[in-house]
């Protein structure tokens, strides 16, 4: 286990314009999660060809950099697909053992991503509260968007539970197995869930102070700013192999969005 406080630092100008901390949420045998805020790549590559946390931390590692070589990582691999614009938990193994291992379980459903998404609507009360989306995706990269084919796309299933609601926003669940890229953005979409914030697939607006102003205490006012991002976020992985028996990860959302959430969750009724 990581202790509350264990930090991973990125100078300036690596992940983006200024320096990143990222906090451990655990270590494991041969593997960490770290979790990462919004614009920032989680594998090789990042937005605006910025190298990514996994290319980062090799860079810091041949560098010699003493935080990186403490790790004890020889080649670090990014287990699964978040995407840069999203938040939450990522999972890097550092040895050939705990990538074949995780891995493996990723291929094999023992991994399984809990993302929290706000949708910008509220759900009707006749209208069901869960929604499973299983179209295949491929993902173009000159265009740097997946697509739903049924002819090249790979598997990929998202099973979405509602959860809350109040100010015209509702807060669902999103769960899958395997992550492809950009998958809970393009399965929202086609179950007419409309993620705020979502400017790739969709014009959707962010959520913002002023939406929720009528009718939020100004003290609440005061803790919540606008979260220009797509209000996505990976907070819990559960994993599930023969070292790392129902092991479950968690990270808070990025303080914008918990705002947000604090907000919705407050004011919303039991019931719909």
Request: aromatic fraction near 6%; hydrophobic fraction near 45%.
């Amino acid at each position: 286990m990581a202790s509350d406080s264990e930090l991973l630092t990125f100078p300036e100008n690596v992940l983006a314009d200024g320096p990143v901390r990222l906090p451990i949420v655990h270590r494991g045998d041969g593997w960490i999660a770290l979790a990462k805020p919004p614009g920032i790549g989680a594998g090789e590559y990042g937005p605006a060809d910025r190298p990514g946390v996994v290319r980062a931390l090799r860079t810091g590692i041949s560098r010699g950099g003493a935080q990186y070589v403490r790790l004890g990582f020889k080649s670090p691999v990014v287990v699964h697909e978040l995407d840069s614009d999203l938040s939450g938990i990522v999972i890097v193994a550092g040895n050939e053992a705990a990538t074949v291992r995780l891995k493996q379980a990723l291929g094999s459903n023992r991994l399984e991503f809990v993302f929290t998404v706000v949708v910008a609507a509220e759900l009707d009360a006749e209208a069901p509260k869960e929604a499973v989306c299983d179209l295949p995706l491929g993902f173009d990269e000159a265009e740097g968007r997946a697509y739903v084919s049924h002819r090249d796309g790979r598997k990929a299933s998202t099973r979405f539970s509602w959860r809350t609601q109040a100010f015209g926003h509702a807060v669902w669940e999103a769960r899958t197995f395997l992550p492809r890229r950009d998958q809970i953005r393009v399965h929202a979409v086609e179950s007419r869930l409309w993620i705020a914030g979502e400017n790739l697939y969709g014009n959707v607006r962010p959520v913002r102070p002023a939406l929720l102003k009528p009718r939020v205490r100004k003290a609440q006012m005061a803790e919540a700013s606008a979260y220009p991002w797509p209000c996505v976020h990976l907070g819990e992985v559960i994993v599930e192999t023969p070292l790392e028996p129902a092991l479950r990860l968690s990270a808070p959302p990025p303080k914008a969005m918990e705002s947000v959430l604090r907000i919705l969750s407050g004011q919303a009724a039991d019931k719909i």
